[in-house]
């Protein structure tokens, strides 16, 4: 299939660097010098906030705590965005992976519609900031599309369309003639949830503009400071750094997702959390006339378990870890790709869109995520650890989720409660 060389991630194309952090819309962001050179913000007094790790965990809680006054220290052991945030698909979705008839099955009408509205509220929240804020980051709301490869699918969709209408969101079912009419390049779809609402963008970019909007509040942003020890209790936190720094703190926020076992003392995020890695690939650009042919949609299929989109003129295509041995659980290295998974993805793309897939892969990449046993974040303070909170843990969905969870962190923090239904299911005593 390939029928061009590897050249961009070859040795003239620097290792498996994701396109997000290569384009030329990075390239025009507010700070270009950010991933030139670290920031390294001084911090002087003790914060009131001390936030480890700057993924859109991290900076969204700068960005709320800062917003409200409150004094903040992000610490990021390499670059904003350098880990998941700045390695996914940048898929803004409603809802999470699972259709919505599932969700329902798992937890129930009242707690699955909390669920949806947490995630709704994020999503008007995070695309308002990027308009209202003029957040350079290609930011896309033209919909998104659910598709099905088989009848036994088609049919949960269809159920989730009614579901969701019931509602009132604006959703539809496309039938197999409705997507072929779509997506005139695709093949093997035999339907689809079209949501009107949902977006792409490119997320290193959003993170690195959100923090950029962070520090104009006053948050004190350090990169290259890797945290290794935590000392203290609350209200007189002493964080450690690789870089000889101390940084000390009232409350502290672990957002350093798959990596925040390493830095808890009392044991229990090693206990809920587990890393597991996705991976992506990028296509050569395409010629104008595929281009025109394929809309401007967060798109996926199988359960959400392969996803893709344009970014100007190429492809991006995720997913296929669960067609390989181990399903790529455990793994915390995202310097490497899979083989295996690569060969599976550039399958579907030749089985689904024969005409994209002529273009051949020009890069691939993967991103550590962290995971929990219900598939929901953990979003609270951490039991047995008075002024410590978790903001990590978004599975395959921290877009969905981030934006809303770091307000709901700033909300328990100051008034130790939330007025958001569903952030009693984030809690992470739920696991104590
Ligand atoms: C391939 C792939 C595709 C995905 N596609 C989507 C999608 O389309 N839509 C969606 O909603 N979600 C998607 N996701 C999931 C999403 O990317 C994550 O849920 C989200 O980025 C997690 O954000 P985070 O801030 O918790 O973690 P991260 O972005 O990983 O941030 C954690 C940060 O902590 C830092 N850190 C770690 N240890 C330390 C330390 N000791 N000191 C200081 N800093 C430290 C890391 O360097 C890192 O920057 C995808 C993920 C992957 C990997």
Same mark, same amino acid.
């Given at each position: 299939m390939k029928d061009s060389p590897d050249i961009e991630n070859g040795a003239q194309g /620097? +290792?498996?660097?994701?396109l997000w952090q290569r384009t030329p819309a990075n390239d025009t $962001?507010?700070?270009?010098a950010l991933r030139d050179r670290a920031l390294r913000d001084t911090v002087e007094q003790t914060v009131d906030i001390a936030i480890l790790g700057g993924g859109v965990a991290g900076t969204s809680c700068a960005y709320h705590a800062a917003s409200r006054g409150l004094s903040v220290a992000l610490l990021e052991a390499?670059? @904003? #965005? *350098?880990?998941a945030s700045g390695r996914n698909d940048g898929q803004i979705l409603l809802?999470? +992976? &699972?259709?919505y008839n599932r969700l329902i099955g798992q937890w129930g009408a009242r707690d699955a519609e909390a669920l949806w509205n947490f995630i709704d509220d994020n999503h008007e929240g995070m695309l308002a900031v990027i308009e209202e804020q003029s957040l #350079?980051?290609? #930011?896309? !709301?033209?919909g998104g599309l659910r598709l099905a490869e088989a009848e036994p699918e088609a049919a949960e969709l269809r159920e989730s369309t009614e579901l969701l209408a019931d509602m009132g969101v604006p959703a539809r079912y496309l039938d197999a003639s409705e997507v072929a009419e779509a997506? %005139? @390049? $695709?093949? /093997?779809?035999v339907g689809g949830l079209f949501l009107e609402r949902e977006a792409i963008f490119d997320p290193f970019a959003f993170v690195n503009e959100l923090a950029m909007r962070a520090r104009d509040r006053g948050a004190r942003v350090r990169e290259a400071c890797t945290v290794t020890a935590i000392e203290g209790d609350a209200g007189g936190f002493r964080i450690r750094c690789a870089d000889e720094s101390e940084i000390e703190a009232t409350v502290l926020v672990? #957002?350093? $997702?798959? @990596? *925040?076992p390493e830095l808890d003392r009392s044991g229990f995020l090693g206990r809920t959390i587990f890393p597991f890695r996705g991976q992506i690939l990028a296509t050569h650009p395409l010629p104008a006339e595929v281009c025109r042919a394929m809309p401007p949609w967060a798109m996926s299929s199988n359960f959400c378990y392969e996803y893709f989109r344009m970014h100007e003129d190429r492809l991006t295509l995720g997913g296929?870890?669960?067609?390989? %041995?181990? &399903? &790529?659980?455990g793994i915390v290295d995202d310097s490497t790709v899979h083989d295996g998974v690569t060969a599976r993805l550039e399958g579907w793309l030749e089985a689904h869109f024969p005409a994209i897939a002529? *273009? +051949?892969?020009?890069m691939s990449w993967t991103g550590i995520m962290a995971g929990t046993r219900d598939g929901l974040p953990l979003v609270g303070g951490i039991p047995g650890r008075p002024g410590e909170y978790a903001c990590a843990?978004?599975? /395959?969905?921290g877009m969905s989720f981030a934006f809303a969870a770091g307000a709901t962190i700033v909300d328990l923090i100051e008034s130790? !409660? $939330? &007025?958001?239904?569903?952030a009693t299911m984030f809690r992470p005593s739920r696991f104590a």
């Open positions: /620097g +290792g498996h660097v994701p $962001s507010n700070d270009r390499r670059h @904003l #965005a *350098a880990r809802g999470l +992976g &699972e259709h #350079a980051c290609a #930011a896309t !709301r033209r997506l %005139p @390049l $695709s093949r /093997g779809f672990h #957002a350093t $997702s798959a @990596l *925040a296929m870890r669960w067609a390989v %041995p181990g &399903e &790529e659980t002529r *273009a +051949g892969t020009a843990a978004f599975n /395959g969905y130790g !409660r $939330s &007025e958001r239904p569903a």
